[in-house]
């Protein structure tokens, strides 16, 4: 079970990153691009979601492309989700309770490599956290 103590220790051992928040909420960035976010569901998600919907902490975080977002979606249901607000975007929705460790380790890291500028993953590739 993950907290967001794991996910800024994990996000913030990747290289170049930082911590803010927006809207409230915190974000981590990478050059000043957010890849993994707080991300409460609103009440349109909740009633798009219905019962499915989770009652703890969501993390959002970029993906490679809607393919990607799809598989991970298709593959772990209970983890991995999305709402219509994400559509046509490479975003998924996580239940941070659910993620284990090397889950959440994955997800930061191809969230960033998403985001991050091509010199720096060159220079810098994501290692283990």
Known sequence: MATWDDVARICLALPATSEG???????WLVQGKGFV???PL????AAELGDAAPTG??????VPDEGAKQALIAE???LYFTTTHFD???IVLCRLEELDGQSL???AAEAW?????RRLLAERPPGPA
């Open 113 to 117: 490599a998403c985001r991050a500028s």
């Open 76 to 78: 772990e249901p209970e």
């Open 37 to 39: 976010w707080e991300r």
């Open 42 to 45: 609103g009440k349109k998600d």
């Open 21 to 27: 928040t927006t809207r409230g909420w915190r974000q």
């Open 88 to 90: 046509g975007y490479p």
């Open 105 to 107: 380790t994955e997800l």
């Open 57 to 62: 902490p969501v993390v959002a975080a970029y």
